[in-house]
T-cell receptor, first 112, second 112 residues
Framework: QKEVEQDPGPLSVPEGAIVSLNCTYS??????FMWYRQYSRKGPELLMY????GNKEDGRFTAQVDKSSKYISLFIRDSQPSDSATYLCAMSADQAGTALIFGKGTTLSVSS | DVKVTQSSRYLVKRTGEKVFLECVQD?????MFWYRQDPGLGLRLIYFSYDVKMKEKGDIPEGYSVSREKKERFSLILESASTNQTSMYLC???????????FGSGTQLSVL
């Protein structure tokens, strides 16, 4: 079983839709959870950062972490064409641990 | 904002050439990383460095080496470029592992 699993999509939605992106993981030691957004031919940019379990909201974006289920989600409300990108989940065990482990990314397309 | 700068956006090299990819960060981060990103394979860690002159192998170090002579600069070296090293190369840095990782814009390398 891979450490981090992420559905690659592609996911196509109309403008204004609510989008749900998900990752599952197997390592119960993961404590830090991140979502990156990557536009075509650009480097990933950090979108959301969460420590341990719970929810975090930033504008139209909400990140959820359920450590008991080893499952993290990113919700995008009122999706816009500018949200069209690849979304990567990433996680790590602790500050002295190994480098981030990334999911393979989900490609999202929002049509106007 | 943290800035991670990669010296080239696009690079075309011939098989057998020695290739240098340079990365500079401006936030005095201890940890720096080199990833490659390929369709369907996601981000794969090549090498990382947690201090000047220190380096650690990642998941796919074969055919690569690195150099970190100064804290702000982390270089990736392809000793003898091969066609299977055609890829997007991404540099990243972070102050402490587990914190937010910042990426450069990437170098798209083509080896012919």
């Amino acid at each position: 079983q891979k450490e981090v699993e992420q559905d690659p999509g592609p996911l196509s939605v109309p403008e204004g839709a609510i989008v749900s992106l998900n990752c599952t993981y197997s390592n119960s030691a993961f404590q830090y959870f991140m979502w990156y957004r990557q536009y075509s031919r650009k480097g990933p940019e950090l979108l959301m950062y969460t420590y341990s379990s719970g929810n975090k909201e930033d504008g139209r974006f909400t990140a959820q972490v359920d450590k008991s289920s080893k499952y993290i989600s990113l919700f995008i409300r009122d999706s816009q064409p500018s949200d069209s990108a690849t979304y990567l989940c990433a996680m790590s065990a602790d500050q002295a641990g190994t480098a981030l482990i990334f999911g393979k990314g989900t490609t999202l397309s929002v049509s106007s | 904002d943290v800035k991670v700068t990669q010296s080239s956006r696009y690079l075309v090299k011939r098989t057998g050439e020695k290739v240098f990819l340079e990365c500079v960060q401006d936030m005095d981060h201890e940890n720096m990383f080199w990833y490659r990103q390929d369709p369907g394979l996601g981000l794969r860690l090549i090498y990382f460095s947690y201090d000047v002159k220190m380096k650690e192998k990642g998941d796919i170090p074969e055919g690569y080496s690195v150099s970190r002579e100064k804290k702000e600069r982390f270089s990736l070296i392809l000793e003898s470029a091969s066609t299977n090293q055609t890829s997007m190369y991404l540099c990243a840095s972070v102050r402490l592992r587990g914190e937010k990782l910042f990426f450069g814009s990437g170098t798209q390398l083509s080896v012919l």
